[in-house]
């Protein structure tokens, strides 16, 4: 089971840090993702982090204003958001798959999705 949460209401330009905790599964055997999705759009990939954290991958939207991380003996990823705009308002969710990638796929373990929004 993943456990996201951390989101909430924040103005542009202010930051938040999003966490996913895992349960029930060892999540350093895992490749971990977090995904959003908008009102009225498709869920899109945000950004991951391999099992042992050396590589990350993100998003052009969020290049160089979110960083990926995690620690494993908490069993938990953190998603730290800073420079926030409106546009990046959405539920946020993580997910766990050993080959997860950038595409959303319907078998990856997925957590129940935090809100952030992003307003004025």
């Known amino acids: 089971q993943l456990q996201a949460s951390g989101g909430g209401l924040v103005r542009p330009g202010g930051s938040l840090r999003l966490s996913c905790a895992g349960s029930?599964?060892?999540?350093?055997?895992?490749?971990i993702g977090w995904f959003r999705q908008a009102p009225g759009k498709e869920r899109e990939f945000v950004a991951r982090?391999?099992?042992?954290?050396?590589?990350?991958d993100y998003a052009d939207s969020v290049k160089g204003r979110f960083t990926i991380s995690r620690d494993n003996a908490k069993n938990t990823v953190y998603l730290q958001m800073n420079s926030l705009k409106p546009e990046d308002t959405a539920v946020y969710y993580c997910?766990?798959?050993?080959?997860?990638?950038?595409?959303?796929?319907?078998?990856?373990?997925w957590g129940q999705g935090t809100l952030v929004t992003v307003s004025s």
């Open positions: 029930g599964f060892i999540m350093d055997d895992y490749v």
């Open positions: 997910a766990a798959d050993p080959l997860l990638t950038s595409r959303v796929d319907d078998d990856y373990y």
């Open positions: 982090i391999t099992w042992s954290g050396a590589s990350t």
